[in-house]
């Protein structure tokens, strides 16, 4: 759990691949802006020419490195942030949070994995992800999908988890 937290400090929006200005020719951009687009398949980039200063904007498929899941027992499965999605609308049942904010996570959660990932990231980390981002934005909606989470997690890695803990402390 500690790894996990600590790998959340978040890196600098990152410049993908060197893009050629398209006004004057120029061999390279600065990123403005880096942001997954809605469906969270591209990321769309708002650049601007160190030369002539003109500004445009480039969509990166995020499928050109494709993303694994790593379930608990080992099977790999291809990420998908619709899943994530559908996780969040059913622990935010009726609750006060606007899709909007779900949205949000589910990109931030997606662009995560692909910047802190070799191509793999484990289904545990997206849950404690969505799990952190869940606490602070509604305690109801957190604990149904903590339980959820909780109830499909390995046993063996539960207990696992609960020894560690209990060394922590003694
Ligand atoms: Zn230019």
Redesign the pocket.
């Known amino acids: 759990m500690v790894a996990d937290l600590a790998r959340r400090s978040r890196k600098p929006a990152d410049g993908g691949e060197r893009m050629r200005?398209p006004?004057?020719g120029?061999g390279d951009s600065r990123v403005l802006d880096s942001r997954p687009t809605q469906d969270g398949a591209a990321i769309r980039r708002r650049r601007e020419?160190p030369?002539?200063q003109?500004r445009f904007t480039t969509y990166e498929r995020i499928e050109e490195m494709p993303l694994l899941v790593v379930k608990q027992d080992g099977r790999r499965e291809e990420f998908d942030r619709q899943k994530i999605l559908g996780g969040l609308m059913t622990a935010c049942h009726k609750r006060p949070v606007a899709m909007a904010e779900l949205q949000r996570i589910a990109d931030d959660v997606a662009r995560r994995a692909h910047d802190e990932s070799d191509g793999e990231v484990a289904s545990r980390w997206i849950g404690e992800q969505v799990m952190e981002e869940l606490r602070s934005l509604d305690e109801v909606a957190y604990v149904r999908f903590a339980s959820v989470y909780r109830a499909f997690a390995d046993a063996e890695r539960f207990r696992e988890e609960v020894e560690r803990l209990g060394r922590k402390r003694s």
């Open positions: 200005c006004s004057c120029y020419c030369r002539c003109r």
